[in-house]
């Protein structure tokens, strides 16, 4: 099936909010039309208009779909909390599941995370890749983010070009989720698909050629040892 070429509009306004460190910048607020935008991408170099054009719908509220390494993934904002109201209604899901922030680097993942060296050393050792971590919250996460009894929420570097890029352009974590739907066996590999399936529940569909459709392997570190809670795409031998 081809692309589908259907546009959506952005209307935008601009407030002055203040981030975490207490610098107050700019950030347009929008309001978002009812059809998601395709985001048609080179898979090794992706386009930078087309990366800020993402980036620019996360800040300002928006919902993406977008590929990594193992599948694709939905993603929003760290503070976007209608976001991820948004990710549980299309997903189902309840308040126990993890969350997972995708971070641009090491460095970036170490300010959300507490991680001793024992952990520290062997979550170093298989990033960028295929793994999602199960890990004790910092103060930096929001609470509606985190597990309801135990604190954690999951982290992950991923090693693919249009993540990489949308990442780095936007200077900060996606909080994201495998693009898995209800009554699905797999997620879905083609973002024309995604589009044709979720145009009026998202905002945006970023597309780099088919994508996998195996998530990626989750392995719990908040206990201090590991333990492997899904078996996906990245290699257990590690953790064994």
Known sequence: MPHSTSLARVHANFKLPTDRQGVTHRRRTATLTAVARYLD????????????????????????AYPTDSCFALGCSLDNAAGLDRIRRIRQLDSAHHFTLVCGDFAQLGQFVRLDNAVFRA????????????LPATREVPRRMLHPRRRTVGVRLPRHPVTTALLAALGEPLVSST??????EAPMTQGWEIKERLDHAIDAVID?????????????????????????????ARFA
Do not use: M, W
Request: glycine share 14%; proline share 8%.
């Open 41 to 64: 991408v080179h898979p090794d170099n992706p386009q930078p208009r087309a990366i800020a054009a993402a980036v620019d719908l996360v800040r300002t509220g928006g919902l993406i």
């Open 123 to 134: 979550v170093k050792a298989a990033v960028p890749g295929q793994y999602t971590f199960i």
């Open 179 to 184: 693009l898995l739907l209800p009554g699905d």
């Open 208 to 236: 780099s050629g088919e994508c996998g459709e195996v998530p990626t392997t989750v392995v719990d570190f908040s206990g201090g040892e590991s333990v492997v809670l899904r078996k996906g795409a990245g290699d257990l």
